[in-house]
């Protein structure tokens, strides 16, 4: 029996695995770079152990440590959780020769499928569907694909349309491959046009019976990552499952799987399907799969992994469920990553976190909190959110409603574009393959148009209004803003434009709005009437930035100072004069790369000499100083940017 | 509990309505007259300079959100000067302080001084220095009106005199000197505990290069006669040295909040409730013939909180109603005059109440409605002038801070006994239904004709009766339009016409404004307990 439990990840997966060991009662065990000192996940485990450093290299992927980890807590398992060391045959040894239990599959069956053409020669030989592989010296056919056997995560992928583009692609390809997995070989397979990505959940005991729970459709992704995934399929027949899960089980009989995995296929129009490659892990998407089966997954790989038996057969599924990974990537953006602090996360409306709702409902598997500060280190993805419901119809108004209502403050997210994907009629057709989000146009644009966001800066004016009275030492009680004899509105100046208003007896007058009432204003809610229609707009202010949130779409607005102080104005880096006085000498060139505290300019004042240093290495953009130069006190000398920040690294 | 029950019947006060509506869209109109400053054209103008007008930059000047009470809106009115006087002044929250704004707006005449300009803002200093609130003055201003000068300069000395008697006081006094603020007007920053001045704009000098050049032959230019950057780097003058108008303002607020200002008053009661009835009902209490009397609980009952009012002796001298209640959370005890005319019985029940206030230093508040003391050979002999006196004495002697609205009538030594403008209510306000005069129009024209009438007959002329007439019409139309309340107002003889309406805001803004000066202290002669008379 295990008895306390070390997870070998971080965020929402880490929460996920620590959630069933809590309803098992096994103690939990975190462990936690630097940045992810106070995360969620190291927080709520009854032990956590910091592991220096902030890149996964020196943390999450560090074996060594993390095994050290478990000594020192007296953990007597390891789970890997997906990503970092969760497919690394090395580290599952590693771990198993320190006298602790791996919670996952063999380390044989890891290796086995850690090589993709490996896996593929394998795969054909117990009888699964493989597209064939070409040699990349006689491809004459294209399109094609060239993949890297080592990867993963779309690295050392091209697609290849021509003859002339192949050699190049091949060389970028291995290149690529080499420094991201260390192995420069890649291969070529046809490129399966229009293919949908389906995928089957395994789970086997050392015992020999080997379940397969159904698939699961992961088509819309971008840059081959998945961001919505739905169990079952709205593409997979009856027959087609059995055909599917029957490969699935033949593949994990051929490498004599033990726990949990997945065996991806691709999915051709006229209904092939061929093998991907095997997951020898938990997947990301794994909660749709226990929503339908109301499985625990993770206590299954426990139980497994204690050497318990399965059932014969799996339970039978019920209904539909979805799932959404919420990332900070602003899809607007070229899906760029996004970083600060998350100053409010909430989902109404969640029915379970990390866990199967009682009956159909909500799921929330989050990594973060609000307050939670999300870093550069790592994935960028917040949360996934889960909406299992009797059809499928059922799940996606439902998710699509909770990510609408969802308040999520200070970091941009993919939400908008989630909701826009959960309501687009091809996409609730089922019309889904891996080019959906290249190809629907409209997917990235916010869920709050030019009205919503006019609406919502008014709303958002009015409730710092009412937060002005509330906080106001004196007179908070008499009318906003009055006046016996009123000359001007208010003004409230938003970067996204300026809202002019004032409350009079007769109601709200507020310039550019014609038929817009106030019902209620408090700091937190303002209540509005537009054109005989009522809406609530929440609003939340930190600083200079304010959200509101309402049924006409999440609105973030940067509020502008009334009165911008002249000396914040200046160049950051600027440097001036603190005296009169007269240049005596000058120690430094523009262009020059200086250091903090470095003498830039010699003024001479009142007999004594005064240097003017550097504030902060950088480079010495200008200097207004030559020798001689009378200068008034407050003239400036010196510009000094800082240097370019080092490149991010791996995430 | 004393929660007042109207028995306002909204359709029987239709007519008043109306009729007080009509008068508040001649207030606003008014209004407008002084909000057009100079008229587009000078606004425009200055403008076009890079340049804030005054009620621009006094609201940049005060909190987002927070009220602002105007004071003497209509100084001027009647006059041969614009209405408004060529200056804003109020009270407004800076910084969470509530101070005293004094605004020049250059757009009438360049701001120049006339003697409106100047009594408006004695006013304003008078208010600042009673209730100890900071001075923020933001100058720009060509100094006096010169055709004029004979009515300003003497008085207007008085000026820097208060300037820093505010500053031995304790008051903080500041300036923003926006533009020109020469000549006499350099004192207003020069006798100013801290003077900001706007870059390339404030022009601060007792002479400009042409009186230099007269003078002295000196040759010299605005900016080393008296620039803000001069003033900041060199004669000092200036404490802060602003980049622009909102830099000026900016510096002014971040002044204000370095001042540490404390209220020393008790802070208002927390919690407090609205009145139960609509204050949209106080347009349709008073008649506009002020003849009808009304009852002023239904006042009351719109103005105090929780329309809760404990009256004191309600059966004794029923023709002055008195009691207890808290407006905006101040406690305060109001008189309020109920038949218009003042007996015996009530001058007494006056002086006992204000004697009890003064026990418990309680602020009055006065609602006048009256034609003044009761005439006859009944009350004379009764004794109504001792009474009456009596009524005086104790208003005049009162320490408690003192409110006045006038709602309607304020004839006679009713004017006086119910804290009239001479007896220095700390602020008092008027309704558009007002009228103050030494009696009715009518009363006096017909005074008029009776003692013309016995001269004619002492002399043994005959009365001329078309004259007479004449006469009488001719007075009745004067008396009326000096005893209108935006005659009084344009001179300055109240600090404001309200709306009805505004009632209980305004005087919650100066209930809490008051509260910036510590209760009155003990006498320092012979004290006694209070009288019952």
């Known amino acids: ?651 | 509990m004393g929660v007042v029950r109207s028995r306002l019947d909204p359709a029987a006060t239709a007519a008043n309505r109306e009729a007080m509506l009509a008068r508040l869209a001649e207030l606003a109109a008014e209004h407008a007259k002084a909000l057009g400053g100079g008229g587009p054209k000078y606004v425009e103008r200055h403008r076009r300079r890079g340049k804030l007008p005054a009620r621009e930059r006094v609201e940049l000047l005060v909190d987002p959100d927070s009220p602002f009470l105007e004071l003497s809106p209509l100084a001027a009115w009647g006059t041969d000067f614009p209405v408004g006087a060529s200056v804003v002044t109020g009270i407004g929250v800076v910084e969470g302080v509530e101070c005293v704004v004094i605004a020049n707006d250059p757009t009438v005449r360049g701001g120049a001084s006339n003697p409106w300009t100047v009594k408006k803002t004695f006013r304003a200093m008078d208010i600042a220095r009673e209730n100890r609130l900071p001075l923020v003055n933001l100058v720009e201003s060509g100094g006096a009106d010169l055709p004029t000068q004979k009515e300003i300069f003497i008085p207007g000395g008085r000026l820097f005199r208060d300037l820093t008697r505010l500053s031995a006081a304790g008051i903080p006094t500041i300036s923003l000197v926006f533009g020109n603020s020469t000549a006499g007007g350099a004192y207003v920053p020069g006798m100013s505990d801290y003077v900001v001045m706007v870059r390339e704009r404030a022009k601060v000098f007792l002479g400009g290069p042409p009186l230099v050049k007269m003078a002295t032959g000196e040759e010299s230019d605005d900016e080393s006669l008296g620039g803000a950057e001069m003033h900041a780097r060199v004669s000092g003058l200036a404490d802060y040295f602003a980049e622009d108008e909102h830099d000026a303002i900016r510096l002014g607020r971040s002044i204000v909040r370095r001042l540490n200002h404390r209220k020393p008053g008790p802070a208002p009661l927390a919690g407090y409730a609205e009145p139960l009835y609509d204050e949209d009902e106080l347009l349709g209490i008073v008649p506009p013939d002020l003849k009808t009397p009304f009852d002023p609980r239904e006042v009351i009952a719109r103005v105090v909180d929780g329309s809760d009012f404990d009256e004191f002796k309600p059966l004794y001298g029923t023709s002055l109603v008195t009691g207890w209640a808290t407006l905006h959370g101040h406690p305060v005890g109001i008189l309020a005059n109920a038949r218009g005319v003042l007996f015996s019985e009530e001058s007494q029940k006056a002086a006992q109440f204000i004697q009890l206030a003064n026990q418990t230093g309680t602020p009055l508040l006065f609602l006048q409605n009256t034609t003044g003391y009761m005439v006859g050979a009944e009350y004379e002999q009764k004794g109504i002038i001792k009474h009456g006196a009596l009524m005086i004495n104790a208003v005049s002697n009162s320490r408690v801070p003192h409110l006045t609205v006038v709602m309607g009538a304020s004839y006679g030594a009713g004017n006086y006994g119910m804290c009239g403008r001479a007896y220095d209510p700390r602020f008092l306000f008027t309704w558009p239904s007002a009228k103050s005069a030494v009696m009715g129009p009518a009363q006096l024209a017909g005074v008029l004709s009776i003692v013309g009438r016995q001269a004619a007959q002492a002399r043994g002329q005959a009365y001329d009766e078309e004259a007479d007439a004449a006469m009488r019409a001719m007075v009745e139309a004067q008396i009326e339009a000096e005893s209108l309340p935006f005659f009084l107002s344009g001179r300055v003889y109240d600090d404001g016409v309200i709306d009805p309406r505004d009632t209980r805001t305004v005087l919650g803004l100066c209930l809490s404004a008051i509260g910036n000066a510590p209760p009155p202290a003990a006498p320092a002669g012979p004290a006694y307990g209070v009288f019952r008379h």
Not at chain 1, 455 to 470: F, H, I, K, M, P
Not at chain 1, 623 to 644: C, F, Y
Request: net charge negative.
């Open chain 1, 1 to 651: 029996m295990i008895r306390k439990l070390l997870v070998a990840n971080r965020g929402e997966i880490a929460r996920r695995v620590f959630r069933t060991c809590r309803d098992l009662g096994i103690g939990t065990v975190a462990v936690c770079s630097d940045p992810d000192a106070a995360a969620p996940h190291a927080v709520e485990a009854d032990e956590s152990v910091r592991l220096a450093g902030a890149a996964p290299a020196e943390t999450y992927l560090r074996a060594d440590a993390l095994i050290e980890a478990a000594r020192a807590t007296g953990a007597d398992a390891v789970h890997p959780g997906y990503g970092f060391l969760s497919e690394n045959a090395d580290f599952a040894r590693a771990v198993i020769a320190a006298g602790l239990t791996w919670v996952g599959p063999p380390p044989e069956a890891i290796a086995a499928m850690g090589s993709k053409v490996g896996a593929k020669k394998l795969m054909a030989a117990a009888g699964v569907p493989v597209l064939p592989e070409l040699d990349p010296a006689a491809v004459d056919a294209f399109p094609v694909l060239v993949k890297a056997s080592a990867g993963g995560g779309g690295r050392g992928m091209r697609v290849v349309r021509s003859a002339g583009e192949l050699v190049p692609a091949l060389e970028s390809a291995r290149r690529e491959a080499s420094s991201a997995f260390g192995d420069a070989t890649v291969f070529c397979e046809p490129l399966l046009e229009r293919a949908r990505h389906v995928e089957v959940q395994l789970l086997a005991d050392a015992h020999g019976t080997v379940w397969a729970l159904g698939e699961r459709e992961c088509s819309v992704q971008r840059r081959h990552q998945k961001i919505v995934e739905e169990t079952p399929s709205p593409a997979v027949s009856p027959g087609l499952r059995a055909a599917l899960c029957e490969a699935a089980v033949a593949a994990a009989r051929a490498i004599g799987y033990v726990g949990a995995g997945t065996v991806e296929f691709l999915l051709g129009p006229d209904g092939g399907f061929h093998f991907l490659e095997v997951n020898t892990r938990l997947q990301v998407e794994h909660p749709v799969t226990e929503c339908v089966y109301g499985l625990d997954l993770v206590a299954a790989q426990i139980a497994i992994a204690e050497g318990a038996r399965l059932d014969p057969a799996p339970p039978e599924p019920r209904g539909h469920a979805i799932e959404v990974r919420l990332y900070a990537e602003d899809p607007a953006e070229d899906w760029r990553p996004r970083s600060g602090v998350l100053h409010t996360f909430d989902v109404p409306g969640v029915d379970a976190r990390f866990a199967v709702p009682p009956a159909y409902g909500l799921r929330l598997d989050s990594g973060v909190e609000s307050g939670t500060e999300v870093g550069v280190h790592y994935d960028p993805m917040l949360a996934k959110l889960v909406a299992w419901a009797p059809t499928r119809e059922a799940a996606a108004r439902r998710l699509a409603a909770a990510l609408r209502g969802a308040r999520i403050h200070g970091v941009v997210t993919c939400r908008d574009l989630l909701a826009r994907v959960l309501a687009e009629p091809s996409f609730l057709a089922g019309d889904t393959d891996t080019a959906y989000l290249s190809r629907v146009p409209g997917l990235t644009a916010p869920l709050a148009d030019e009205a919503g966001v006019r609406l919502s800066a008014l709303a958002a004016a009015l409730a710092l209004a009412a937060a002005n009275r509330a906080a106001a030492p004196v007179l908070g009680r008499l009318p906003s803003g009055w006046r016996n004899v009123p000359s001007q509105p208010q003004r409230t100046a938003f970067a996204e434009g300026e809202v002019a208003y004032r409350l009079t007896r007769d109601g709200l007058r507020a310039e550019g709005f014609e038929d817009v009432s106030l019902v209620s204003a408090d700091p937190g809610r303002v209540v509005l009437a537009a054109s005989g229609v009522r809406r609530a707009f929440d609003v939340a202010r930190s600083g200079d930035r304010v959200w509101v949130d309402s049924v006409l779409g999440p609105v973030a607005l940067r509020l502008l100072p009334r009165f911008a102080d002249p000396a914040a104005t200046l160049a950051a880096g600027s440097l001036l004069s603190p005296m009169p006085g007269t240049v005596v000498r000058v120690e430094a060139v523009p262009g020059d790369q200086v250091t903090a505290g470095q003498p830039l300019v010699v003024l001479e004042a009142m007999k004594m000499e005064h240097v003017v240093r550097a504030p902060r290495d950088g480079l010495l953009e200008r200097l207004h100083a030559a020798p001689g130069d009378r200068l008034d006190a407050g003239a400036l000398l010196a510009v000094v940017t800082p240097r370019e920040d080092e490149p991010a690294g791996p995430a």
